[in-house]
């Protein structure tokens, strides 16, 4: 029992400390993210023109392969390429085929930016969470607002997974177009297919990171606006939500 007492008074210990915490960081810490997330946006690496954001696919043609073979002398005579759609012995081994380096150095400012908005909305619920007082009949409209921004909170989190999910799936959906290419490098849809995904992601980044900006002024916002009411909750103040 006095382990258990002692344990209390630790964990209370640290939902105090918790929620000092968390509130200067709401009310210091995030007008300098969304100062610095504006100047992230100001970075060249999200104004690249739209005709310099592909890059250029060296995948040679089945010509160029044939011609390679025939040009090699017998005792390094290497396999006819084969054009059936199940075969890879059309791709050179040496031959690479890079990433696009817009979308990967977009993708080094932004990542950490994610990560770090995951970890400030987390905290933000479990802050707004502890402020809720035991349900009571009456008088719970700061218990709304608590509620309404938990709720805002978790529409946060949904989009940061989203996020994170679109990243890999960019690059599964390259890959297999690219893998076209290489199987059909006679049809320009498919490189233009890559040329477009590429395109498309590129801008999907930029506007992430400008969500991110708006996210942190959103959270801030509403947060100033009802302070008393997350903190308070059961007062006789009955002004709305924003």
Known sequence: ???????????????????????????????????????????????????????????????????????????????????????????????????????????????PNIKELAEDVNDVKLWVSLFIPKIEDGNNFGVGVQEAIIHEVEQVKSIIDTYLEQVSLYYEVRGKFITKVFKYPYIEDYRCTVAELDYKQYFYLTHTLCDICNTYKTLHDIVIKNIEKIKKPRSSNTDSLY
């Open 1 to 111: 029992m006095e382990a258990q007492t002692e344990a209390a008074k630790k964990a209370k210990e640290f939902y105090e400390t918790f929620k000092i915490e968390v509130e200067n960081r709401i009310l210091q810490k995030f007008p300098e993210r969304i100062i610095h997330l504006n100047e992230l946006l100001k970075m060249p690496e999200f104004h690249i023109a739209a005709n310099d954001i592909k890059c250029k696919l060296e995948i040679p043609t089945i010509s160029k392969i044939e011609k390679n073979v025939k040009n090699c002398d017998e005792k390094n005579v290497v396999k006819r390429p084969r054009l059936d759609s199940n075969s890879h012995d059309l791709i050179p081994e040496q031959t690479h085929i890079p990433h696009n380096k817009n979308i990967t150095e977009a993708l080094k400012i932004l990542k």
